[in-house]
């Protein structure tokens, strides 16, 4: 206990400053009682991306000829105030579309689903198709879910609506939707700008990737027995290869994933998750709030505009607003459920979501992650940097500063490779091994200090010849079991023994057979006491046991002592044994001695009595 308390006592500090790493370590781990020890690095990586898309957002610019027409909180009012009910009558987009179109857009998509509805209105719907029909640059969504058959059979779609995919990679697993909520059959005959509009969400509620190829079966009509899979894309996808082949000359006609798992849209290439996705390169919060992201324009304004035009007034709507621009129109309404949670926004509207996507398309700035072998380097270069810092430097402190600053390094690169290749690397799994790694070094590193020390305390406490304590160490514990006794008030005893005619011995047998002797000597004593008993070697062939008894105990253990040097041949060779014996004498404090000088004189004094009186036995003064 002595040794223990002496190493924890000289590095107290360190040890105090690995501790609270423990502790910092175990709270991270504490953090998240609800969730499973597996999805924890998950849904800390998620949290670092989140948190370096805050950081870059502010250094990236949206393309300005990206606007939003939003139904909002008062167009909303304008509507059910005016058309009574929601959803409003199809005519109105028609008449929305008419006004859009009449300044020479580049493409108008609608982040709406113009369902079949109860309370629809035959002229109004047809007023929509005939629109769709003529504005060939106008794209609108259906969605994909998972509903039972019982409560909607799966609706066999249009082969228009499907595209041809060359998978060169065999590590893309599209999502595979099983149901459809399918939009006015009117529409798709007339159009095949359709596409898709499916945003699932992570585990923790956020919408980091948008699944841009999807799977949904062909069933067989009576049966609903799967025929083959076809793959559907993002509406805004579709819209944007569009682009490409009209304003750049792309010429993309067949669709191919490669073995890097990007699809190759002419000069760009998209990354691909395996699922099919792509993840999202944020511009900040929405522009509901920033107005340095994109613009958006309230419905109620274009409405009010279309009815000025009309009456000849004057147009809230500037002129030529929608002149060359992408049009999206959708919602963000809450009672609308079009609100989403990104990283960069607890309330995101959809249709922000699918600028965007397009807005990434077009700078070709989509995120990417970094391959498997490149986080495994990572991490496993920061996990050698973790053990070269606890053994390079001496002092605990020192070494989790320059650790900290190594992290501090690392995430600052980790963001700014994020805003400038686009590039996702991990930071959970890096930051986290290399922590497991620094304190493991550092219990390695004091289990080797320890080691040492023990060591070096026992080089310097301990004959090397016999493994008793030495002389000097015997003095010390001597004294401080003399302090302890005072204080307790207890007693204890002190024996000297000595081999006798031990030069003799060496005179006939060498001094090897004599070392042998007082090796055989010290292990007989040690094997004979109780395990809170010392056993030291006083000088030459004398050896002292410190113990706790009284006098008369003391003189019991040391008859057992001299008996069991004597009754056991000690065998110098295999064709000689020999019979050893030693002589003791016995001191009790406090009734011998209160000093360490006092109660060794007087031990001395009993052992040279017992040679005096025939040897082999335990002397005493009072003979």
Not at 66 to 76: L, N
């Amino acid at each position: 206990m002595k040794k223990i308390y002496n190493f924890i006592h000289r590095h107290r500090y360190d040890i105090t400053c690995l501790l609270v790493l423990i502790l910092i370590i175990l709270f991270v781990c504490i953090v998240f009682p609800k969730y499973e020890t597996k999805n924890i690095v998950k849904i800390i990586e998620n949290k670092t991306f989140d948190i370096r898309q805050n950081i870059i957002a502010k250094d990236k610019h949206v393309n300005k000829d990206i606007v939003i027409v939003t139904v909002d909180d008062p167009s909303y009012e304008y509507l059910i105030e005016t058309y009574g009910d929601w959803p409003i009558p199809r005519h109105v987009y028609a008449q929305l579309l008419d006004y859009i179109q009449a300044q020479n857009p580049k493409y108008v998509a609608f982040d709406l689903l113009f369902i079949k509805s109860l309370n629809r209105i035959p002229q109004s719907d047809q007023q929509l198709v005939n629109a769709f029909e003529k504005y060939q640059n106008t794209y609108t969504a259906f969605n994909f879910d998972d509903y039972s058959f019982d409560l909607r059979q799966p609706p066999e779609l249009d082969k228009k609506l499907s595209s041809e995919i060359k998978f060169e990679s065999n590590k893309i697993y599209p999502i595979k939707f099983t149901n459809c909520r399918m939009i006015m059959n009117d529409i798709i005959d007339v159009t095949s700008n359709i596409g898709h509009i499916n945003t699932p969400k992570s585990d923790d509620g956020f919408i980091r990737s948008i699944p841009v190829i999807v799977s949904y079966p062909e069933y067989e009509q009576e049966s609903f027995k799967i025929l083959n899979n076809n793959y559907y894309l993002y509406m805004t996808l579709k819209m944007a290869i569009d682009y490409f082949n009209k304003y750049e000359n792309a010429n993309i006609t067949d669709l191919v994933v490669d073995n890097n798992n990007n699809l190759i849209l002419g000069d760009r290439k998209i990354p691909l998750t395996p699922r099919g996705e792509v993840i999202l390169n944020w511009y900040g919060e929405s522009g509901l709030n920033n107005p340095n992201t994109f613009k958006y324009l309230s419905f109620w304004q274009v409405l009010k505009s279309i009815k000025a035009k009309e009456e000849g007034k004057k147009e809230l709507v500037p002129e030529d607003y929608f002149k060359d621009k992408i049009v999206y129109i959708g919602t963000n309404v809450f009672s609308l459920s079009d609100i989403k949670t990104v990283p960069t926004g607890k309330y995101f509207p959809g249709v922000e979501m699918h600028a965007t996507l397009f807005n990434n398309i077009l700078d070709n700035n989509l995120i990417h992650k970094a391959t498997l072998p490149t986080n495994i380097v990572i991490s496993a270069l920061l996990s050698i940097l973790a053990i070269f810092t606890v053994f390079r430097f001496r002092s605990v402190f020192f070494s989790i500063i320059v650790y900290a600053l190594i992290m501090v390094l690392f995430l600052y690169s980790a963001t700014f490779v994020m805003t400038k290749y686009n590039l996702w690397i991990w930071i959970a799994v890096p930051v986290l091994s290399s922590m497991f790694t620094f304190v493991c070094s550092f219990i390695v590193k004091y289990l080797i200090k320890s080691r040492d020390f023990d060591y070096t305390y026992k080089l310097a406490t301990t004959d090397g010849l016999t493994e008793l304590y030495n002389h000097r160490y015997f003095q010390e514990l001597l004294s401080n079991k003399i302090e302890t006794s005072r204080k307790t008030g207890t007693k204890f005893s002190l024996i000297m023994t000595d081999i006798d005619f031990f030069k003799k011995f060496n005179d006939k047998y060498g001094h090897q057979a004599g070392d042998a002797v007082l090796k055989h000597v010290a292990r007989t004593l040690k094997t004979n006491v109780r395990a809170d008993d010392y056993v030291c070697r006083y000088g030459g062939e004398e050896m002292t046991i410190i113990l706790n008894a009284d006098k008369g105990n003391a003189i019991k253990s040391a008859n057992k002592l001299c008996k069991a040097i004597s009754s056991q041949e000690f065998e110098l060779s295999p064709e000689l044994s020999v019979n050893i014996t030693i002589s003791l004498g016995v001191s009790t404090f406090p009734e011998d001695g209160k000093t360490a000088a006092e109660l060794i004189e007087y031990a001395d004094k009993c052992l040279y009595k017992a040679k005096e009186t025939g040897r082999n036995r335990v002397g005493n003064t009072d003979i």
